[in-house]
């Protein structure tokens, strides 16, 4: 039996995973779980899957579920996260708390030797020369979550990546897809939270109506199949169907297909390299009918060009854009500043960012900081 630590539970991601381990139960057992503050869930969740111990970010939140008596270890805080991630009885974890939240407890995994499931993607944006060279010293698998990266896997499973001629990302193009250049101007949060294909979290929604999520996926995949940039390419797919492809050296192109459900490639992370029965309906191509593909507007979408200038500038870049994004994108939900805002501040913050190598995660840390402060100022809101 497999056991997992799965760090953000209460999540989209972290629900989807406890929903394919209890259609499993003979093949996965749960050792730990972790999650911000929500503690309602996290308590019907200790009942339903017994972990040895749960961690909860939030303190004062930590405190009040320990006073519920449950039958479990109760840590808190950062630390306790990470405790909850190297814990010896976990074989894999399930690395799925968003934003720079999940960086440190991932990297304390891979340093303890434990494999992982990457849902976030912040953790390979912001520190994927760090991770990727230290897992493989560890001798650490990282398989990833994501829906696209999960598709560019399977399609690459065993291959030489010598015969890689290049990735294709697939784009569901978002919220906005069919909005012209001069609407994307009044658009709201609310009109930005409505995802055609799929359920997710707020932050990742508005970064898909911008496709800033893909140019996070672009870097994600660089880091991941150690890719140069210019060898991965993304493609608006409306259907949300192909959730990405490879294109070989002769030409042929694999891709992989699916209903766009994120239990798919959570499955596929947690069996591989075998799969699981039961997870996903079949996919029915007659009553789909048509895929479609387009060519994503860079004009519309400045978040693309954006990435590849920073992978292009490499280093600590990535991290700066990403950091700045995650503010932005706060900023834009609270109406402080336009959708077409978003981008702009991203692109203003790496403006003030001259990139370097960094050395280590706490220095991946700083330059994180440092650029939440500068995206803050940039916007106008009191850092004091
Ligand atoms: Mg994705």
């Known amino acids: 039996m497999k056991r997992l630590s799965i760090l953000g539970s209460t999540g989209s991601i972290g629900k989807n995973t406890l929903e394919v381990i209890s259609s499993h139960p003979d093949r996965f057992g749960v050792a730990a779980l972790a999650a911000r503050n929500n503690i ?27 006073e519920r008596g449950l039958p479990v270890d109760v840590l808190a805080g950062g630390q306790g996260i990470v405790e909850a991630a190297v814990l010896d009885s976990v074989d894999m974890v399930v690395s799925a708390i968003a934003g720079s939240a999940g960086l440190v407890p991932t990297h304390a995994a891979i340093q303890a030797g434990k494999d992982i499931a990457l849902a976030t993607k912040e953790t390979l944006v912001m520190a994927g020369d760090i991770i990727m ?22 399609c690459l499973d065993g291959r030489d990546m010598n015969e890689v001629e290049r990735l294709v990302l697939t784009a569901s193009g978002g919220a906005f897809l069919r909005s012209s250049i001069s609407e994307l101007e009044s658009v709201t949060p609310s009109d930005a939270l409505k995802h055609p294909n ?35 390419d993304v493609i608006l797919h409306p259907q949300s169907i192909i959730h990405s492809m490879v294109e070989f050296i002769d030409g042929s192109i694999i891709a ?15 069996s591989y390299p075998g799969r699981l029965g039961g997870v996903l309906p079949p996919l029915n191509l007659a009553g789909i009918g048509e895929l479609t593909f387009e060519k994503p507007d860079r004009n ?20 700066v854009l990403n950091a700045a994004n995650e503010i932005a994108v706060e900023a834009f939900l609270e109406e402080r500043i336009p959708f077409t805002g978003i981008t702009g501040v991203v692109s203003d913050t790496m403006a003030e960012h001259r990139s370097v190598k960094a050395g280590s995660i706490e220095e991946v840390l700083k330059v994180s900081e440092w650029a939440k402060r500068k995206a803050k100022e940039i916007i106008g809101i009191d850092v004091a």
């Not at 060279?133 to 399977?154: C, L, Y």
């Not at 990435?307 to 991290?319: H, I, K, Q, V, W």
């Open 198 to 232: 799929w359920d997710m979290g707020r932050k990742i929604t508005v970064d898909s109506a911008t496709l800033m999520n893909k140019g996070l996926e672009v870097i994600e995949a660089c880091r991941l199949f150690n890719m140069p940039p210019e060898k991965v």
């Open 133 to 154: 060279s230290e897992a493989s010293e560890k001798g650490v698998s990282i398989i990833p979550v994501d829906s696209e990266h999960s598709a560019v896997f399977q």
């Open 256 to 270: 992989q297909m699916s209903v766009p459900d994120m239990k798919g490639p959570i499955a596929y992370a947690l």
């Open 300 to 319: 519309k979408y400045p978040a693309l060009s954006l990435t590849y200038e920073a992978l292009r500038a490499g280093g600590t870049m990535p991290c």
């Open 40 to 66: 309602e869930e996290l308590e019907s969740q200790v009942r339903a899957f017994k972990p040895d111990v749960v961690a909860v970010l939030d303190e004062s939140a930590a405190r009040a579920l320990r």
